[in-house]
């Protein structure tokens, strides 16, 4: 885990950033494809939510949910995901979901930066890289142009 400072901003430049943000979907739905068909079983999808622990916790307090409830939201979750409704998520799917996933949390956080503890190899962690190795690189090049 990782304590970074991030806003809308830097979603939204690394979600627009098609090859950074593909290759990031990929690497991650590669990950969460355990029997590697190139399709997101419901199981497989719920292993994930799980470990993010989506509904465990209240900004960061574990809370005590009803089994039922938490099931119905990660099957409610997983049909968002399932775009053609074929029982399974494929890279496609995935990628336009997330997408849309990530750009609605910028627009919610809007420009103003917060601090936020980000999970290794997420994608939200990626996208803070992917601003800091731009920073880098632009200061480089105004520091060789000086």
Known sequence: MSVEII????????VEDDEAFS??????????DVNKDGLLSYTEMVEELRR?????????VDVKRDAEEVARVYESLFEQFDHDMNGSVDEDEFKKETKKMMLA????LGSLPVQMALEH????LKAVKREYSYAASHNNLLA???
């Open 23 to 32: 290759a990031s979907v990929s690497d991650l739905f590669a990950q969460l």
């Open 121 to 124: 190899d997420s994608l939200l």
């Open 105 to 108: 949390m910028a627009n919610g």
């Open 52 to 60: 993010l622990r989506v509904m465990e916790t209240h900004f960061g």
């Open 7 to 14: 806003d809308g901003t830097t979603i939204t430049s690394f």
């Open 144 to 146: 060789n142009a000086a």
